[in-house]
């Protein structure tokens, strides 16, 4: 005879909590001690409770950090498109680049019903998607500080991205190099770490800098100045943690009359619709946005098919080769 599924009831008997606590637990409504919560959620695990199978709404819930990133818009496209073929709708809840915002987004996305959240941040603590989890299906689009039980999970290899762009400035003939991070955040912290590890295997490590997190504007400042003033020691090549970033940098390089890319090599990453729109066109390594969104979608699927592991795909960058970057010092002397 099939084994049932397991019901709230299940829950709070594991718990030892009556059902009404379980359900607000679960819920994260205000009420319940801290350590009951924990309790719960374990609980939950523990016997496999889940909001099993499709539910009635048909929709996914869609949870970016800012809608004004063109990163997060490319990959919401990739998650409508498979969302589609899937036949099921889309909602989407601005986070507004705001914790605390973000998880008052994703309780309303659990209040309207979805059938599963796709969080296009990593802005939203581990307790708040654990609970959530506990009741649906919850796929995390990028990377966390450390995984989240009942979560699956679609990251870019960051390490690699960031080794891309070395690789390429350093066959370009650049021997000085910076890079530009704006967050000590999971993602941008790997792609640093990549930046460091690939300059040091190239024997590069005494020539490679970090701008940021803090007062990077300053740190670009001086680099700048050193190009000007002719310092053979300045680097002549940088590598921004996001398209943003570099088009801050191309638009400082500008103001102070550097030319790009013939004094000053400017690389970014996500290959953004950003890239596009500055002269010269950026080059940039590619975070393959709408692939992550169809692979995420596709995960919520198969939880809604059954699969009960937690489930992770890493996605392989590549870098757009455009006109910021140019030859170095090395290759003309």
């Known amino acids: 005879m099939p084994r049932s599924r397991p019901t709230l009831a299940d829950v709070a008997r594991a718990a030892g909590v009556s059902s009404a606590t379980a359900s607000m637990a679960l819920n994260d409504r205000p009420g319940v001690r801290h350590e009951t919560r924990l309790a719960v959620l374990a609980a939950a695990r523990t016997v496999g409770y889940r909001r099993a199978g499709r539910g009635t709404s048909g929709l996914i819930g869609v949870l970016p950090t800012d809608l004004g990133n063109p990163y997060h818009t490319d990959v919401i496209a990739g998650i409508e498109e498979q969302a589609e073929r899937q036949g099921t709708g889309v909602v989407i809840a601005h986070g507004r680049r705001d914790s605390a915002h973000l998880e008052r987004q994703l309780q309303r996305l659990l209040d309207l019903g979805v059938d599963g959240v796709i969080a296009v941040t990593t802005w939203l603590s581990p307790t708040a998607l654990e609970a959530a989890a ?68 190239l024997g590069l490590r005494d020539r490679a800098r970090v701008i940021g997190p803090d ?18 020691d300045a680097p002549t090549a940088v590598f921004a943690a996001n398209d943003i970033a570099a088009v801050s940098v191309l638009h400082r390089a500008a103001d102070r009359g550097i030319r790009v890319p013939e004094q000053l090599s400017v690389v970014g990453y996500d290959s953004s619709t950003v890239a596009l729109t500055v002269r010269p066109h950026l080059t940039s390594v590619n975070q393959p946005r709408s692939e992550m ?32 970057t140019g030859t170095g010092p090395a290759l003309l002397s």
């Open 215 to 232: 007062s990077p504007a300053e740190g670009m400042e001086l680099v700048l100045r050193a190009l000007r003033r002719g310092d053979p």
């Open 293 to 324: 969104g169809r692979l995420a979608a596709q995960m919520l699927q198969e939880r809604w098919r059954g699969r009960a592991h937690d489930a992770v795909s890493v996605v392989a960058p590549v870098l757009r080769v455009r006109g910021s």
């Open 134 to 201: 506990a009741l649906l299906p919850v796929v995390v689009i990028g990377r966390m500080q450390d995984a989240v039980p009942g979560t699956d999970t679609v990251r870019n290899d960051d390490e690699a991205g960031a080794a891309l762009a070395v690789r390429h400035l350093v066959e370009r003939g650049h021997r000085h190099l910076v890079h530009v991070t704006l967050s000590t955040r999971p993602g941008p912290a790997s792609r640093r770490a990549g930046f460091l590890a690939e300059a040091e295997r």
